[in-house]
């Protein structure tokens, strides 16, 4: 297995560590600044004979390097700067994002594309539009970071195991958000018999302020541990074909009522990409909440 990383910033350096100390694939870092893909692959070699991995890592500038990799994890881009505007942003990254996905789409064109880029959706709805990708082949990060903080947050509450902790994240990455309280359980039990609903608000609420307040405390740069390590468990569900029930942003084609945009939806990851988009039972209010994410997200896809 082959996997290629594009951009060797905070995500992909730690993501690429990831991959290869699991023995899980080989790995190509490449990014624009050239050096700080070879440095950091030349510093991750280094480290093989102590943490026994197998594998080897590639840094680069060059899409050749990439041919035949069966996962693209795009990390490329920058982030919000003060002063700057969404629409802004947009532009810088989703121009960013255009050329990545053609490089990668000449260099291997049967990848499985996974985008990291913020603003998310709209970064994974330009990387479906460009690489012309089937839908199961194009698909976005965000959801299992969304869910794993729920996940954090309930667990440290209630003072139990994340293991006895189920939910899942669907909806915008962002302020529209939804955390599926219907399908939200503790140890086998519907959340909303164990915590109030003042209580369950707060603990969403904290959820969507969890990338702020990590880069608030960072000073400079955001989250990067959760967001690698949530690739990463996409990854293995792809490579091995694990197909567990997790939430990623993908091309809706009428799922949920939803069509012409990429949004995070309850899907199953396999080697073929997301083999599945899982028809959840959701409450009215959770549906209605995703139509609101879906219009928020169509609006900024309007301005492309
Ligand atoms: P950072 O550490 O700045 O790394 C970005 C890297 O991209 C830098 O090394 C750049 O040189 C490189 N780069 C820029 N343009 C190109 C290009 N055209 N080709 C190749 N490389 C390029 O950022 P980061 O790693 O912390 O974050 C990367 C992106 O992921 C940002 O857009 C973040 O907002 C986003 N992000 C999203 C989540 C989600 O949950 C969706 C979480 C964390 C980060």
Same mark, same amino acid.
């Given at each position: 297995?082959?996997? #290629?990383?594009?951009?060797?910033?905070?995500?992909? *350096?730690?993501? *690429?560590?990831?991959?290869?100390? &699991?023995?899980?694939?080989?790995?190509?870092?490449?990014?624009?600044?050239?050096?700080?893909?070879?440095?950091k692959?030349?510093?991750? &070699?280094?480290?093989?004979?102590?943490?026994?991995?197998?594998?080897?890592?590639?840094?680069?500038?060059?899409?050749?390097?990439?041919?035949?990799?069966?996962?693209?994890?795009?990390?490329?881009?920058?982030?919000?700067?003060?002063?700057? #505007?969404?629409?802004?942003?947009?532009?810088?990254?989703?121009?960013?994002?255009?050329?990545?996905?053609?490089?990668?789409? &000449?260099?291997?064109?049967?990848?499985?594309?996974?985008?990291?880029?913020?603003? =998310?959706?709209?970064?994974t709805?330009?990387a479906?539009?460009?690489? #012309?990708?089937?839908?199961?082949?194009?698909?976005?990060?965000?959801?299992? =970071?969304? $869910? &794993?903080?729920?996940?954090y947050l309930i667990?440290?509450?209630?003072?139990?195991? /994340?293991?006895?902790?189920?939910?899942?994240?669907?909806?915008?990455?962002?302020?529209?958000?939804?955390?599926?309280?219907?399908?939200?359980?503790? #140890?086998?039990?519907? +959340?909303?018999?164990?915590? $109030?609903?003042?209580? +369950?608000?707060?603990?969403?609420?904290?959820?969507?302020?969890?990338?702020?307040?990590?880069?608030?405390?960072?000073?400079?740069?955001? *989250?990067?541990?959760?967001?690698? *390590? $949530?690739?990463?468990?996409?990854?293995?569900?792809?490579?091995?074909?694990?197909?567990n029930?997790? $939430?990623?942003?993908?091309?809706?084609?009428?799922? /949920?009522?939803?069509?012409?945009?990429? +949004?995070? =939806?309850?899907?199953?990851?396999?080697?073929?990409?997301?083999?599945?988009?899982?028809?959840?039972?959701?409450?009215?209010?959770?549906?209605?909440?995703?139509?609101?994410?879906?219009?928020?997200?169509?609006?900024?896809?309007?301005?492309?």
């Open positions: 297995m082959k996997i #290629s990383i594009i951009g060797a910033g905070n995500v992909g *350096a730690t993501l *690429a560590k990831m991959v290869i100390e &699991s023995d899980t694939a080989d790995v190509v870092l490449l990014d624009v600044v050239k050096n700080v893909a070879l440095g692959a030349l510093d991750l &070699s280094h480290a093989a004979p102590l943490v026994g991995q197998t594998k080897r890592i590639l840094g680069t500038d060059n899409y050749k390097d990439t041919a035949g990799s069966h996962i693209a994890v795009i990390t490329a881009g920058f982030p919000r700067q003060p002063g700057m #505007s969404r629409a802004d942003l947009i532009k810088k990254n989703g121009g960013i994002v255009r050329d990545v996905v053609n490089n990668i789409k &000449s260099s291997s064109p049967d990848a499985i594309i996974i985008v990291v880029t913020n603003p =998310l959706d709209v970064m709805y330009i479906y539009k460009e690489s #012309s990708f089937e839908r199961n082949r194009v698909m976005g990060m965000a959801g299992v =970071l969304d $869910s &794993s903080r729920f996940t667990a440290k509450k209630l003072n139990v195991e /994340y293991k006895e902790i189920e939910t899942i994240i669907l909806g915008q990455h962002g302020p529209l958000m939804v955390p599926v309280i219907s399908h939200t359980k503790v #140890s086998g039990r519907p +959340i909303n018999e164990v915590l $109030s609903s003042e209580e +369950i608000d707060l603990l969403i609420r904290d959820v969507m302020e969890s990338g702020g307040e990590i880069v608030n405390l960072l000073g400079k740069g955001s *989250a990067y541990y959760a967001p690698s *390590a $949530s690739c990463f468990t996409m990854i293995k569900n792809i490579i091995n074909d694990e197909k029930l997790l $939430s990623a942003c993908v091309y809706a084609e009428g799922d /949920y009522g939803l069509s012409g945009l990429c +949004i995070g =939806l309850p899907v199953r990851l396999g080697k073929k990409g997301c083999v599945e988009v899982a028809k959840l039972r959701l409450d009215k209010d959770e549906l209605d909440s995703l139509k609101k994410a879906a219009e928020s997200i169509k609006e900024l896809l309007s301005g492309l």
